[in-house]
């Protein structure tokens, strides 16, 4: 069967490129034709990243950088622009979980710490993003919430405040940018197996790990946890021009948790 290449001449800007679901996410828009900038604070991921789109015969650029830092930002969409010319595409992954720990006892440095990344770094990335879109008229933006975002985790205020604002960041200017050729929508997963869910585990033997894996698994309705690739398929959905009417809308991923 001939590959569906919904991305030919197109280039995308996808950060947490180094791993999980920003890895899947690259390689899925490289394999339909367009070329990514992969950045990432892990320069060892961003490097696996592009070997694998480029044993694949794809086209990326590794930019290791902290997307919290607002002149790394600024600097890795330049780099991303004098290579590729334009960013069609942006998908704002980036992100980094919480100790568990109960509201008031969340240490200040953690909760400016999830913050500073979930949201301050989100915006960062989209100013860049929106300003090149704006001035060419056209671009879609995919930003990565969470069920978090929608519900409510507990344990994890910090995450669930975050990932709340990535809603209402993406919902706002999203209304802004809409006459101005930019769709902007946000993906909402449930438990996804990624890195980020690995460390949860981290210091379990078999028997706890299976019994932690089961627990969240139990959460989703369908009985599972979510694979990166099929978050990765509703980011370049939304990112595709088959969601050329969708904007400012979150989509949820989470077989059926947001539902329930
Ligand atoms: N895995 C899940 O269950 C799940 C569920 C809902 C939402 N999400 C969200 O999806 C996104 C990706 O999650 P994942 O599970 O793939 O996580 P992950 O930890 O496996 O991958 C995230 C990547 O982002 C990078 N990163 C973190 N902080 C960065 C920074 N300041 N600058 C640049 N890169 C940085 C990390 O190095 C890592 O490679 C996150 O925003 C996360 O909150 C994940």
């Not at 990432?40 to 794809?58: F, S, V």
């Not at 969409?77 to 008031?104: E, M, W, Y």
């Not at 975050?162 to 909402?188: D, L």
Request: include cysteine; charge should be neutral.
């Amino acid at each position: 069967m001939k590959q569906n290449r919904r991305f030919d001449g197109k280039t995308a800007f996808v950060t947490g490129a180094g791993g999980g679901i920003g890895r899947e996410t690259a390689l899925a828009f490289a394999r339909e034709g367009a070329s990514v900038a992969l950045v990432d604070l892990l320069e060892d991921g961003t490097a696996e990243t592009l070997r694998l789109i480029e044993k694949d015969g794809g086209r990326g650029l590794a930019i290791p950088a902290d997307i919290s830092d607002a002149e790394a930002v600024a600097r890795s969409f330049a780099r991303a622009i004098l290579a590729f010319g334009k960013i069609d595409h942006a998908v704002n992954n980036a992100g980094i979980s919480q100790p568990q720990a109960a509201t008031a006892d969340i240490p200040l440095d953690v909760w400016a710490r999830v913050m500073r990344v979930n949201v301050t770094g989100l915006w960062l990335c989209m100013r860049e993003e929106l300003r090149h879109m704006a001035d060419r008229g056209s671009g879609s933006i995919v930003n990565l919430a969470s069920l978090a975002g929608l519900r409510t985790l507990p344990m994890s205020t910090a995450y669930v405040a975050s990932k709340h604002a990535v809603v209402g960041v993406t919902k706002n200017a999203a209304v802004e940018y809409a006459e101005r050729g930019i769709r902007i929508n946000a993906v909402a997963p449930g438990g996804v197996m990624t890195p980020m869910m690995d460390r949860e585990f981290i210091g379990m033997d078999d028997a706890q790990r299976a019994a932690a894996v089961a627990q969240i698994s139990a959460l989703h309705p369908m009985k599972r946890r979510g694979a990166a690739t099929e978050i990765a398929d509703a980011i370049l959905f939304l990112s595709s021009d088959q969601a050329s009417f969708i904007t400012g809308a979150c989509l949820s991923v989470d077989g059926g948790w947001a539902a329930n």
